[in-house]
């Protein structure tokens, strides 16, 4: 097996998801800020004060068919697809479910390094911070970030025995 090819579109596309995932999320926090209220730390959710606006709710769900089902459906079909070409054997199971897991995998760790830990617990971007709740402590509690991303973590292997079966399927 050419595991170094399945490693290159699994990292590659995971990458380029992790990006789209990273503007989506500033271009979500633009049109409202509170619309990723449920994902701070409680703390901060207290202090804030307001549950999520009905804008916040609705641009909520307009950023998880964008992530999911404008980049995220396309980008693993394009790996599967150039996977598929550039595997020796065509594409198979394993191959398909490492590939689709890495991409998750590699969006997991995007949003934990880069999106929590560099941006809004380093940077803290006056955009993601909830208004009334500025130099909060809990911005920077890399702890409950980690947490979060460990409960996340079981999707990685939905995601890529769902994909390796739905690409073995079609092929």
């Not at 633009?30 to 701070?40: E, G, I, M, V």
């Not at 959710?45 to 307009?62: E, F, I, T, W």
């Not at 550039?86 to 689709?100: H, I, R, T």
């Not at 969006?107 to 390094?113: M, Q």
């Amino acid at each position: 097996m050419q595991w170094s090819v399945v490693l290159g579109y699994g990292l590659g596309y995971g990458l380029a998801l992790s990006v789209l995932f990273t503007a989506a999320l500033f271009a979500g926090a633009a049109l409202s800020r509170d619309f990723l209220l449920n994902d701070y730390p409680p703390a901060i959710q207290r202090r804030y004060g307001r549950p999520k606006s009905a804008r916040g709710r609705r641009v909520a769900v307009l950023f998880g068919v964008f992530v999911w089902a404008v980049c995220g459906l396309p980008l693993l079909t394009a790996a599967m697809v150039g996977l598929d070409g550039a595997l020796d054997d065509g594409l198979e199971f394993l191959p398909a479910a490492v590939c689709g897991a890495l991409v998750f995998a590699t969006l997991t760790v995007w949003d934990l390094l880069v999106v929590d830990w560099a941006i809004l617990a380093g940077l803290r971007p006056r955009l993601l911070v909830l208004p009334g709740t500025e130099g909060m402590a809990e911005y920077r509690d890399l702890r409950f970030h980690l947490d979060a991303a460990l409960k996340g973590t079981p999707l990685i292997l939905v995601v890529g025995l769902l994909t390796g079966g739905v690409a073995t399927l079609i092929a």
